[in-house]
C-alpha cells in the first residue's frame, strides 16, 4: 500500500498538479488579501503632489 502512494507520487504527472494547485493557491491568497481593485478605487501615492 504504501508503495503504491510512493509510486503515484513520483510520476510527473502527479508533481506537475501538485506544484500548479500550489502557486494557484498562492495566486488566489494575494488577490484576496490586496483585492480586485483597479488602480483607481485605491489611494495613489502621487495624488497630493
Known amino acids: ?3 503504491k502512494v510512493k509510486t503515484f507520487f513520483q510520476l510527473e504527472r ?3 498538479a501538485v ?3 500550489y502557486y494557484a493557491l498562492i ?3 494575494l488577490f484576496f488579501m ?3 481593485n483597479d488602480a ?3 489611494s495613489y501615492i502621487y495624488n497630493d503632489f
Open 40 to 42: 483607481s478605487s485605491g
Open 27 to 29: 495566486l488566489l491568497l
Open 19 to 21: 506544484r500548479f494547485l
Open 14 to 16: 502527479t508533481k506537475w
Open 34 to 36: 490586496y483585492g480586485f
Open 1 to 3: 500500500m504504501l508503495n
